[in-house]
């Protein structure tokens, strides 16, 4: 399985981006796929999930209300819609695939990760 993250760039804050990760390689054995997020010296933050057959979607209560994540089965993408972006959402923007059913909130149960899409929110 291969990763494609893109959709970062600098936005105001209050502004709105859109993230997409494109799946691509063996996906019939996905369970999910995470959104995560790091700045330089912490670790990986979760953002969101969504798991692939039933669509149900996990959020920390930092994204709750403001941003939304969606798959398209067909394209084997997964969008991350970012609202109302504030400076502390800068940061560089991980999706990853967890293959087996089980925790999607923590980063270390993913098992393959896209190469990051920077996002800056400037105020």
């Known amino acids: 399985v291969q990763l494609q993250a893109s959709g970062g760039g600098l936005v105001q804050a209050g502004g709105s981006l859109r993230l997409s990760c494109v799946v691509s390689?063996?996906?019939?054995?996905?369970?999910?796929t995470g959104w995560f997020r790091q700045t330089p010296g912490k670790e990986r933050d979760f953002v969101a999930a969504?798991?692939?057959?039933?669509?149900?979607?996990y959020y920390p209560n930092s994204a709750k209300g403001r941003f939304t994540i969606s798959r398209d089965n067909v394209k084997n993408t997964v969008y991350l819609q970012m609202n109302s972006l504030k400076p502390e959402d800068t940061a560089v923007y991980y999706c990853?695939?967890?293959?087996?059913?089980?925790?999607?909130?923590?980063?270390?149960?993913?098992?393959?990760w896209g190469q990051g899409t920077l996002v800056t929110v400037s105020s």
């Open positions: 969504i798991t692939w057959s039933s669509g149900r979607t």
């Open positions: 990853a695939v967890r293959n087996s059913f089980g925790v999607v909130t923590t980063s270390q149960y993913y098992d393959t």
């Open positions: 390689g063996r996906t019939s054995n996905t369970y999910a």
